[in-house]
């Protein structure tokens, strides 16, 4: 108990959040009301996300996101999202933003919806000591043209706040390669990368993302598991998984935590590393995530420790960040 505790305050490195998904339903259904917007169709009676699988979820994200409409609304759920984030003991978090819910891939709008994002930031990390930066991140459902937008809204704001580029949405649409010329756009700017791979499709679809789009880190990468040859590549080229398995087994694609393969893989040598993903849609926190591996496979404070720097290591953001972190 003690030592379940003591995991539980843990300081924690976050690398896998989306900004809408951490979004709490009563700030939804309030900007809802507010807006004159009727969503009510996405809640449930008790007030929580309503969607039957992962497909549907796509669908009640996006009508969450379309309540979200100013800049000063995202500021506000900026605040909301990093206080869960320091209520959870996290001390640096990484999270994905979509020109395309921000601003609709214009530059110029793109520019004021990050400026806000980052100002509201600023002050949490000054008021509550969590540290945020961003990744844009393309949705692949959304095709590689309004990707290749996303992408230069990313390349043109590209600096010290927003570190990273990624893709996010549907896996079982187009490829990883049709998105090549969004990453190489990228990459040429500075913006470090990763893509969503192996939460829905198997282990080739994460060896594409590593091999066609060049990433160093791969959201969730977990169905490279039965593939050991795609397992050691990870291990043996460093690249890390952000994996969330609270929202795997919540999803489905788990029965139960403890038929999650992140303590194989790390037994393997692959990087890993613990993020919650979209929190209130999937009734998970970071604290839970923890406390959940502790119980299914006996993690201590020294592998959570490890974990952490593992984290802290694949950041994007600069080396003085992360030394004033942890
Ligand atoms: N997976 C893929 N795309 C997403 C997710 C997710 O969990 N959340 C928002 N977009
Ligand atoms: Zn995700």
Redesign the pocket.
Known sequence: EEQLDRIARLPKVELHL?F??GAPPAFIRGLAKQKKVDIARIFNEDGSYAYRD?WH??EV?EAATSVLKTPEDFARLCTAVLEESAKNGVVYSET?LSPDFCGGGDLGAWREYLQAIREAAEAAERDMGVTLRGVV?C??HFGPEKAKRAALCAAETAGDWLVGFGM????KQGKQRDFAYSFDMAREAGLRLTS?AG?WNGPQEVREAVEDLRVERI??GVRAAPDLAVVDMLAERGITLEV?PG?NVF?GVYPALRAHPIDMLRKRGVKVTVST??PP?FHTSMRQEYLGLARAFGWDEEIFAEINRTALDAAFCDAATKEAVL
């Open positions: 989306h809408e998904g992962f979820f796509l994200y994905f991140t949705i692949r996010a949405g549907d896996e969503h939460e959201g969730h969330c929202s999803l993903d979209d849609f």
